[in-house]
T-cell receptor, first 109, second 115 residues
Framework: GQNIDQPTEMTATEGAIVQINCTYQ??????LFWYQQHAGEAPTFLSY??LDGLEEKGRFSSFLSRSKGYSYLLLKELQMKDSASYLC??????????WGAGTKLIIKP | ETGVTQTPRHLVMGMTNKKSLKCEQH?????MYWYKQSAKKPLELMFV???????ENNSVPSRFSPECPNSSHLFLHLHTLQPEDSALYLC??????????????FGAGSRLTVL
């Protein structure tokens, strides 16, 4: 079967760095997405990786290793507004999105 | 209005009621989706309307019925629901291209409670 694993919850301190991991086992691979979802709000697109390596976008970076079936989202200089759930999703061979259950990130002052 | 809008934001219904959720996208996208989001579970794709075709998850009960009258509007008709159907229902849209990232734009969701 197809599966996406990510931690259920993480806690970090304002100003620090946090890495949210995502491992996947899917039928084929056509890219990996990260979305951010604040409580009570719509998920919003953060990043897309289809080739191995690191993609940097401001304070957020996303890394992909296709051979290891692994990605991480790196958040730097954490701010209180970064408290949210982070969803990992993989596009499989049929371009269907397989979703993880999300990681709830709690930022403490 | 911009993006994807969903109404109502909150809905409480009894098991014998009939109600509908509405979604409208203002992005000119060619695909629309219904997802179910339950606590601590992955997003569950219910229905997709893409390029005039409907694709459905065969595990979705028949008490959920989608309708897509045009490329900008999507409805989810609810009938004889069960308490386990209580969840956040998310609508999304995207512009499907032959290759490349299919980035979804989500609405804020309709929080459904079935009593």
């Amino acid at each position: 079967g197809q599966n996406i694993d990510q931690p259920t919850e993480m806690t970090a301190t304002e100003g620090a760095i946090v890495q949210i991991n995502c491992t996947y086992q899917t039928s084929g691979f056509n890219g990996l997405f990260w979305y951010q979802q604040h409580a009570g709000e719509a998920p919003t697109f953060l990043s897309y990786n289809v080739l191995d390596g690191l993609e940097e976008k401001g304070r957020f970076s996303s890394f992909l290793s296709r051979s290891k079936g692994y990605s991480y989202l790196l958040l730097k200089e954490l701010q209180m507004k970064d408290s949210a759930s982070y969803l990992c999703a993989v596009s499989d061979s049929n371009y269907q999105l397989i979703w993880g259950a999300g990681t709830k990130l709690i930022i403490k002052p | 209005e911009t993006g994807v809008t969903q109404t109502p934001r909150h809905l409480v219904m009894g098991m014998t009621n009939k109600k509908s959720l509405k979604c409208e996208q203002h992005l000119g996208h060619n695909a629309m989706y219904w997802y179910k989001q339950s606590a601590k579970k992955p997003l569950e794709l219910m229905f997709v309307y893409s390029l005039e075709e409907r694709v459905e998850n065969n595990s979705v009960p028949s008490r959920f019925s989608p309708e897509c009258p045009n490329s900008s509007h999507l409805f989810l008709h609810l009938h004889t629901l069960q308490p386990e159907d209580s969840a956040l229902y998310l609508c999304a849209s995207s512009q499907i291209v032959s290759q490349g990232a299919n980035v979804l734009t989500f609405g804020a969701g309709s929080r459904l409670t079935v009593l």
